[in-house]
C-alpha cells in the first residue's frame, strides 16, 4: 500500500491533506522531508555558478548550514570564466560578488552563507508550522466547498453507519446462529437454548453448553441461582443480560428461541472491587451499587445481581441479601425481573415463602471424590459450594485442601439441619442422668433456653437482636445468682 492510499489520521495534524493536492504545501514538505536531496543539489548547483569544484556545504548544530571553501583556494586568482562574469581577481573576492557572506573564519578554512542558504535554513526550521498552516487553509477551503452539501453527506453517512452495524449483524448471525427474538409487550423473558455469545466464541459453538430462562409473565420474577464454583452461575447472568440487551438494539440472538419484554434498563451488581482512594471498602461498594439499583429499577428492569452479601460476615451476608430479594419481590415499585446467584443456599427458602421466586441451580456430577461440572441450569436448590474441590483444581498444596475436607466434614457432622430437631431418642439407661441433669438447671436457664430456641435471627432487626441478647443474658445470670446463694 502506498502512501497515497493511506487513510488520513483520525485527528487534524500533520498529513491530512493528501500530496498532489496543493503544490505550495507539496513543497514545503519537499523541504521538510528530503533535505539531504536539497543539499545535494545545491552543492551542486554552487558549484556550477562559482566554478570551484571544491566548494561544499556543511552544517553544525551552533551556526546552521554553510558553504566551506580552503583559505588556500580562497587565494588563487580567477580563472577566465570566474573574471567575465565578477570581474573579480582572486576566488575570495569572487565569491564575495557572488554574495558569499562570511559566517565563520577557520583555521585552515572560510564558511560561508548566501541568500538562498539562508532562506532554506529559515524555512526548513519552520517547515512543520507551515505545513499544519497549509493544511489548516486546504482544509478551511474544503470545509467552504462542503458546506452547501452538508446535510446531504450527513444523511449519507448515517444510513452508511446504519448499514454497516445491519451488516454486521447479519454477518455474526449468520455465522453464529443465532435466531430472530420475538418483542413483546407483556414483559416476559423467555429463552430457550440460550448461549453466552463471547464465551461460545472463545471455546466453540459445540463446547458450550446451552440453557432456558423463563422469568415474568403469569411464573417467576426473581430466580435464585446456586450451585458450585466454577459451575456456570456467573456466566448464566451474564449471558441473559446480554442476549437481552442484543434483542433492544435490533440484532439477531444466540439461542434457539427468545421471547422477550422491552426493558428500560439492565442493572448489573457482579464482580469485587473496591475504591480504597475514596475510603470505600469491597464491601462498601457493593451495599453502593446495590442501593442504587434499589433506588432506580423499574418493573420493566432487569436485574443481575452476583454474589449480593459476600463481602461481609455470614449471617450478616444471608440477612443483607434476604432483604434485597424480599425487596425487590415486595414493592411494587420494583417487582423487577432478577436473577441473583448466591453461595448463600439458605436463600433457596424463599421459593417456599415468597410466591414470585423460584429457585433455579447448576447441576453437578460427583464421582467418588471428583466432581464433573455439567452447567445445566434446572429447577432446584443446590446444598454444597465445593470450595475445596475448587481450591484442590487452583494448585492449592495437597496438605491445606485435605485438611480443609477434614474441617468441612466435621463442620457439616456437627451443624443442625435447618427445620430438624435438637433431640436424639435414647434408651432408658439414659433417663435417669438426664433427670439428675434436669435438676440441677435452674428455671431462668430453662427460659432462657426456651426463648432462644424461639429466636428468629434473620427476621429481626439489629436492635431487636440486641434487646433480646439482652435480656437472655440478664435471665441466665439471674439463675447463677439464684444458684450460687
Known amino acids: 500500500m502506498t502512501s497515497a492510499c493511506l487513510p488520513p489520521p483520525a485527528s487534524f495534524g500533520e498529513g491530512i491533506i493528501r500530496r498532489g493536492c496543493n503544490a505550495e504545501l507539496d513543497e514545503v514538505r519537499l523541504l521538510a522531508g528530503d533535505t539531504r536531496a536539497w543539499i545535494a543539489d545545491l552543492e551542486r548547483s554552487e558549484r556550477e555558478r562559482t566554478g570551484l569544484r571544491a566548494l561544499k556545504v556543511g552544517y553544525n548544530r551552533v551556526f546552521g548550514y554553510y558553504l566551506e571553501l580552503s583559505r588556500a583556494a580562497l587565494a588563487q586568482p580567477t580563472d577566465y570564466y570566474q573574471r567575465e562574469l565578477t570581474g573579480a581577481t582572486t576566488v575570495g573576492e569572487h565569491l564575495e560578488k557572488l554574495e558569499y557572506v562570511r559566517k565563520q573564519t577557520m583555521t585552515g578554512a572560510e564558511r560561508y552563507v548566501t541568500p538562498?542558504?539562508?532562506?532554506?535554513?529559515?524555512?526548513?526550521?519552520?517547515?512543520?508550522?507551515?505545513?499544519?498552516?497549509?493544511?489548516?487553509?486546504?482544509?478551511?477551503?474544503?470545509?467552504?466547498?462542503?458546506?452547501?452539501?452538508?446535510?446531504?453527506?450527513?444523511d449519507s453517512a448515517t444510513a452508511l453507519a446504519r448499514l454497516d452495524v445491519l451488516v454486521g449483524f447479519t454477518e455474526l448471525a449468520a455465522r453464529s446462529q443465532y435466531v430472530r427474538p420475538e418483542i413483546v409487550d407483556d414483559g416476559v423473558l423467555e429463552i430457550v437454548e440460550g448461549r453466552h455469545p463471547v464465551v461460545e466464541r472463545a471455546i466453540g459453538h459445540e463446547a458450550f453448553v446451552p440453557n432456558d430462562t423463563h422469568l415474568g409473565g403469569p411464573g417467576a420474577t426473581v430466580g435464585i441461582l446456586t450451585g458450585p464454583n466454577m459451575a456456570g452461575k456467573s456466566t448464566y447472568l451474564r449471558q441473559v443480560a446480554l442476549i437481552v440487551l442484543l434483542a433492544q438494539v435490533g440484532s439477531f440472538v444466540p439461542a434457539s428461541s427468545a421471547r422477550l419484554g422491552v426493558v428500560d434498563r439492565v442493572f448489573a451488581r457482579v464482580g469485587a472491587q473496591d475504591d480504597l482512594a475514596n475510603q470505600r471498602s469491597t464491601f462498601l461498594v457493593e451495599m453502593l451499587e446495590t442501593a442504587n439499583i434499589l433506588r432506580n429499577a423499574t418493573p420493566r428492569s432487569l436485574l443481575v445481581l452476583d454474589e449480593i452479601g459476600r463481602g461481609t460476615s455470614t449471617f450478616d451476608g444471608i440477612a443483607v441479601a434476604r432483604a434485597v430479594v424480599e425487596q425487590i419481590h415486595d414493592n411494587p415499585?420494583?417487582?423487577?425481573?432478577?436473577?441473583?446467584?448466591?453461595?448463600?443456599?439458605?436463600?433457596?427458602?424463599?421459593?417456599?415463602?415468597?410466591?414470585?421466586?423460584?429457585?433455579?441451580?447448576?447441576?453437578?456430577?460427583?464421582?467418588?471424590?471428583?466432581?464433573?461440572?455439567?452447567?445445566?441450569?434446572?429447577?432446584?436448590?443446590?446444598?454444597?459450594?465445593?470450595?475445596?474441590?475448587?481450591?484442590?483444581?487452583?494448585?492449592?498444596?495437597?496438605?491445606?485442601?485435605?485438611?480443609?475436607?477434614?474441617?468441612?466434614?466435621?463442620?457439616?457432622?456437627?451443624?443442625?439441619?435447618?427445620?430438624?430437631?435438637?433431640?436424639?431418642?435414647?434408651?432408658?439407661?439414659?433417663?435417669?442422668?438426664?433427670?439428675?441433669?434436669?435438676?440441677?438447671?435452674?428455671?431462668?436457664?430453662?427460659?432462657?433456653?426456651?426463648?432462644?430456641?424461639?429466636?428468629?435471627?434473620?427476621?429481626?432487626?439489629?436492635?431487636?437482636?440486641?434487646?433480646?441478647?439482652?435480656?437472655?443474658?440478664?435471665?441466665?445470670?439471674?439463675?447463677?445468682?439464684e444458684g450460687g446463694a
Open 333 to 481: 415499585r420494583l417487582r423487577c425481573k432478577t436473577l441473583f446467584a448466591t453461595h448463600y443456599h439458605e436463600l433457596a427458602d424463599l421459593e417456599r415463602e415468597l410466591p414470585g421466586v423460584t429457585s433455579l441451580q447448576v447441576e453437578v456430577l460427583e464421582r467418588g471424590d471428583r466432581v464433573v461440572f455439567l452447567h445445566r441450569v434446572v429447577p432446584g436448590a443446590a446444598d454444597r459450594s465445593y470450595g475445596v474441590h475448587v481450591a484442590r483444581l487452583a494448585g492449592i498444596p495437597e496438605p491445606v485442601t485435605r485438611r480443609a475436607a477434614e474441617i468441612l466434614a466435621e463442620l457439616e457432622r456437627t451443624r443442625t439441619p435447618r427445620g430438624s430437631a435438637t433431640h436424639e431418642p435414647c434408651d432408658e439407661s439414659d433417663q435417669p442422668s438426664r433427670k439428675t441433669d434436669a435438676e440441677s438447671v435452674r428455671p431462668g436457664q430453662i427460659e432462657a433456653l426456651r426463648r432462644l430456641a424461639a429466636v428468629e435471627p434473620l427476621r429481626m432487626s439489629p436492635l431487636d437482636a440486641l434487646t433480646e441478647l439482652i435480656e437472655l443474658v440478664s435471665l441466665v445470670t439471674e439463675a447463677g445468682s
Open 116 to 154: 538562498k542558504l539562508q532562506e532554506y535554513e529559515l524555512r526548513a526550521r519552520n517547515a512543520q508550522e507551515e505545513i499544519v498552516r497549509l493544511e489548516r487553509a486546504v482544509y478551511g477551503e474544503l470545509l467552504d466547498e462542503l458546506a452547501g452539501v452538508a446535510r446531504a453527506l450527513l
